[in-house]
């Protein structure tokens, strides 16, 4: 079955950096797309970055280009974003996505906390 485990969340102040890391399990890795989305409390979750499964394609909404970047090392089935100049905005749970036999599967999150 599929399995996506998140690790890499915390507490950081304005400015810091975290590398968050996605392991992905139950299908064929480089086939697919994957994609970071977060949800802060009160709010919908968005998308925060994908990434094709050859790693060629890449999106970021605007809010975190040229701060965050997504990775992906398929001989290890996981999934990577760096984050850059956090601001207290980013503050949210961090999830991993994939689209899989057309059904989206998420992981428990991580949870990333921006704050002096």
């Known amino acids: 079955q599929v399995q996506l485990v998140e690790s890499g969340g915390g507490l950081v102040q304005p400015g810091g950096s975290l590398k968050l890391s996605c392991a992905a399990s139950?299908?064929?890795?480089?086939?697919?797309?994957m994609s970071w989305y977060r949800q802060a409390p009160g709010k919908e979750r968005e998308l925060v970055a994908g990434?094709?499964?050859?790693?060629?394609?890449?999106n970021y909404r605007d809010s975190v280009k040229g701060r965050f970047t997504i990775s992906r090392d398929n001989a290890k089935n996981t999934v990577y974003l760096q984050m850059n100049s956090l601001k207290p905005e980013d503050t949210a749970k961090y999830y991993c996505?994939?689209?899989?036999?057309?059904?989206?599967?998420w992981g428990q999150g991580t949870q990333v906390t921006v704050s002096s």
């Open positions: 990434i094709s499964g050859t790693g060629r394609s890449i």
């Open positions: 139950g299908f064929t890795f480089t086939n697919y797309r």
């Open positions: 996505n994939v689209v899989f036999a057309r059904l989206d599967y």
